[in-house]
């Protein structure tokens, strides 16, 4: 190292606090709030539609499972279409849900948050619908007998037959949350992939993003992206195997 250089970085680590020499001596690929805020964003719109959903879908499939009423079988069958139906057809109809000709126009939801969360919510209902639909019908007849027999209320066999279920639901609403928070088109299209002059997501997500840096050829923070997509799944996935006994 040339000797003015030497000096230099010499001065530096000595007038300097600890914590910032990185950051100037490091070119890192990424602002912090950039990263930040996008995290924030995807955390929230899918946590907060998968949250949504389950309480949509839990009631859903215990009425399906446990009722017997004519067209139940295209019911099950419009469920399971679902879980395979079109993200991007997704995106499209809740775009035109919320625009100003929608039925939802009057909300002024276009671009937003809440447009997002409408659209995995719509994306992540089925999929947790038709998991949890599995797993319920497959407690055992006796079980939902000996609720009654000792003098239970509808109310209990449900909660009853949840607590038997457990670990098939919340598979399920860990499959629902990998359907929303890998979501792009649909998240694209309602969202607009939107951030700020200063580099604050308002609407765009880790999945957008990565899209994004990779189509301009910033591999190295769309990397980084993925990696911190990948070790989100995995924490929430861990939380949940915890809470769930480590049985699913």
């Given at each position: 190292?040339?000797?003015?250089?030497?000096?230099?970085?010499?001065?530096?680590?000595?007038?300097v606090?600890?914590?910032?020499?990185?950051?100037?001596l490091?070119?890192?690929?990424f602002?912090?709030?950039?990263?930040?805020?996008?995290?924030?964003?995807?955390?929230?719109?899918?946590?907060?539609?998968?949250?949504?959903?389950?309480?949509?879908?839990?009631?859903?499939a215990m009425?399906?499972?446990?009722?017997?009423?004519?067209?139940?079988?295209?019911?099950?069958?419009?469920?399971?279409?679902?879980?395979?139906?079109?993200?991007?057809?997704?995106?499209?109809?809740?775009?035109?849900?919320?625009?100003?000709q929608?039925?939802?126009?009057?909300?002024?939801?276009?671009?937003?948050?809440?447009?997002?969360?409408?659209?995995q919510?719509?994306?992540?209902?089925?999929?947790?619908?038709?998991?949890?639909?599995?797993?319920?019908?497959s407690?055992?007849?006796?079980?939902?007998?000996?609720?009654?027999a000792?003098?239970?209320?509808?109310?209990?066999?449900?909660?009853?037959?949840?607590?038997?279920?457990?670990?098939?639901?919340?598979?399920?609403?860990?499959?629902?949350?990998?359907?929303?928070?890998?979501?792009?088109?649909?998240?694209?299209?309602?969202?607009?992939?939107?951030?700020t002059?200063?580099?604050?997501?308002?609407?765009?997500?880790?999945?957008?993003?990565i899209?994004?840096e990779?189509?301009?050829?910033?591999?190295?923070?769309?990397l980084?992206?993925?990696?911190?997509?990948?070790?989100?799944?995995?924490?929430?996935?861990?939380v949940?195997?915890r809470l769930?006994?480590g049985?699913?």
């Amino acid at each position: 190292m040339p000797a003015p250089t030497a000096v230099m970085v010499v001065s530096l680590l000595s007038v300097v606090p600890d914590a910032s020499i990185l950051a100037l001596l490091v070119d890192f690929p990424f602002d912090r709030n950039y990263l930040t805020s996008i995290v924030y964003v995807s955390l929230y719109v899918s946590l907060t539609a998968v949250t949504l959903s389950t309480l949509f879908s839990l009631p859903i499939a215990m009425l399906v499972g446990f009722s017997e009423f004519p067209g139940k079988g295209f019911v099950v069958a419009l469920i399971n279409t679902g879980m395979g139906f079109p993200s991007v057809v997704v995106g499209l109809v809740v775009l035109f849900a919320v625009s100003s000709q929608g039925p939802l126009g009057a909300f002024d939801l276009v671009f937003t948050r809440e447009a997002m969360i409408i659209s995995q919510f719509v994306l992540a209902a089925p999929v947790i619908t038709g998991v949890s639909l599995a797993a319920v019908t497959s407690v055992q007849q006796g079980v939902r007998d000996a609720a009654y027999a000792m003098g239970g209320t509808r109310l209990d066999v449900a909660l009853v037959t949840i607590k038997e279920a457990r670990y098939g639901i919340a598979t399920g609403v860990l499959a629902g949350l990998g359907r929303a928070i890998s979501e792009v088109g649909s998240v694209l299209i309602v969202g607009g992939n939107i951030v700020t002059a200063d580099g604050t997501s308002v609407t765009r997500t880790l999945t957008t993003a990565i899209q994004l840096e990779a189509r301009q050829g910033r591999f190295e923070l769309a990397l980084l992206l993925g990696g911190v997509l990948v070790a989100l799944v995995l924490l929430i996935n861990g939380v949940v195997l915890r809470l769930g006994g480590g049985r699913i």
